[in-house]
């Protein structure tokens, strides 16, 4: 039962802040291009439900923001090779 829980937390919290999904004044940084990058499969999925949930914020602060979006995307998904177990010879 925690496990579901927790499991359902944690995709309300990282649901609340997606592309699109808020209006924001100011615009997305470094910071937040990072956080957009991590949750980009998430957002993805969610987009197909809700039109205004989009991966990319269009509001940002330019190249800062890409280069914390890429910076995720690359290392985010790059990382799940370290998981892999190696096969031994």
């Not at 990282?14 to 808020?22: D, E, I, L, V």
């Not at 910071?31 to 940002?60: C, D, K, M, Q």
């Amino acid at each position: 039962m925690k496990k579901y829980f927790l499991f359902v937390l944690i995709i309300f919290i990282s649901t609340s802040c997606m592309p699109g999904s808020y209006v924001s004044k100011s615009p997305a940084g470094f910071f937040t291009g990072i956080w957009h990058g991590w949750i980009a499969p998430i957002s993805l999925i969610a987009g197909y439900f809700n039109h205004s949930i989009r991966i990319y914020e269009v509001n940002n602060s330019g190249w800062w923001y890409d280069l914390g979006f890429y910076i995720a995307i690359i290392g985010g998904f790059g990382s799940f090779s370290l998981l892999r177990k190696k096969k031994k010879d």
